[in-house]
């Protein structure tokens, strides 16, 4: 149904997480009606990237055995998964990623895809904390890096949105790469967000075609 020509990086996510990525949308997959309330005030460019993830979402659940189950818009704009199914969507410039497992072998998932390029200058301090910008002084990646800590935030907020159930600031989360074994951990530095929670995520990092790919897992 889906083809695609880049994978994701191995290793990224467990074996028992369903994990599909597309740079190419099957011309016959079609939304289920579920799914289309959504999509009427779409621009063009903007219902081609949420078709295109509900695509591979839609083969991700095919892969855990719930072949044609929608997977409808929620009223906060995280997608709706199948009851004891966690998952989550990303897409950029044309590829599309989904992620899903049962409920027995994550209790939540985030995932996210951004350009594998400097992160404007003007945004780092925005979306870095003063800790993470210190930590990148004189690496001359440091605002490529700046990209990957803002996707690294990203996939967590997916990942801990059904816990927090708020917006969290970009500065409320401290991201600590570890580029040696392609992981990351993050802190909270709010006080109604649980350290315990951030403890428990997974985070993991890696490229394909001209990507940073970021996910997060809790199990
Ligand atoms: C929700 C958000 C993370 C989406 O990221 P994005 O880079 O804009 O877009 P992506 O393509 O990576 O992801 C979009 C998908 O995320 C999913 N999504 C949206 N809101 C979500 C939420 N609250 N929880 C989980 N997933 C969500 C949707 O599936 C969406 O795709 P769709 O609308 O086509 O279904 C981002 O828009 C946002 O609001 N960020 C602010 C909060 C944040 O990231 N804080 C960082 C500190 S933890």
Known sequence: MLASRITLPEGLLPDRVSCIISNQLAPDFALLEAEETTTAAMVDKRRREFVHGRCCARQALANLGYPDCPV??????????PDRVVGSISHCDGTATAVA???ENACSLGIDLERCEALDAALMPMICRREELARLDGDERERLLGKLIFSAKESL???IWPEVRRF?????VEIRLNLEDNSYTARPHAADLPAGLFEQVQGRIGQTGGL???AAFRS
């Open 72 to 81: 409808p818009v929620g009223e906060d704009r995280a997608p709706v998964w």
């Open 157 to 159: 907020f997916k990942c």
């Open 212 to 214: 940073w790919v970021t």
């Open 168 to 172: 969290v600031d970009f500065q409320e």
């Open 101 to 103: 497992a049962h409920i």
